[in-house]
């Protein structure tokens, strides 16, 4: 059975990256077990102990469903793709699968005087980003992968 697009597979491979990443962000989000609950009052200190996680959580996630959002939408104006698309493309998976490591430096050190490199290494993994999503327009104009003339018009306002 031929394949009606040809990105499917790159799209699914985005997709699956996209939600392990979204996943790992949750991972390191626990109460320490260091800290002992003996009451209602204990737990509810326990979890504003851990509010900074939880509100970096929800930031990080809130950008990485953005970014595949705007991914989502980027492949809808492709129908094709070349070797330096596909390396943009990873470029900016590798991006995204990084934000859990700062994200979650940040909900562990944004109250202390530490801040200041978790802040600077997860605005960096954003940058770099946005830097993937100028790679890949450029891939997908430079190779003309654009499904038609209004698609490609598209693709340079996005760049």
């Not at 031929?2 to 799209?11: C, I, M, V, W, Y």
């Not at 989000?29 to 009451?39: A, C, L, Q, V």
């Amino acid at each position: 059975m031929a394949e009606t697009n040809p990105n499917s597979r790159l799209e699914a491979f985005c997709d699956g990256v996209f939600a392990i990443a979204l996943t790992l962000l949750i991972i390191d989000i626990k109460i320490p077990s260091t800290i002992e609950i003996n009451s209602t009052p204990d737990f509810w200190a326990a979890l504003k102990l851990i509010t900074p996680s939880i509100v970096a959580f929800i930031l990080s996630f809130i950008i990485i469903l953005i970014a595949w959002v705007n991914h989502h939408n980027s492949m809808k104006l492709v129908n094709n793709s070349s070797a330096s698309f596909i390396y943009a493309n990873g470029f900016l998976l590798l991006t995204v699968v990084f934000v859990p490591f700062p994200t979650s430096l940040i909900g562990e050190y944004i109250s202390t005087d530490h801040a200041a490199p978790a802040v600077i290494l997860y605005n960096s993994v954003l940058a770099l980003q946005a830097i993937s999503w100028i790679l890949i327009c450029q891939a997908a104009l430079k190779n003309h992968l654009a499904k038609n003339e209004k698609s490609t018009r598209a693709i340079r306002k996005k760049r």
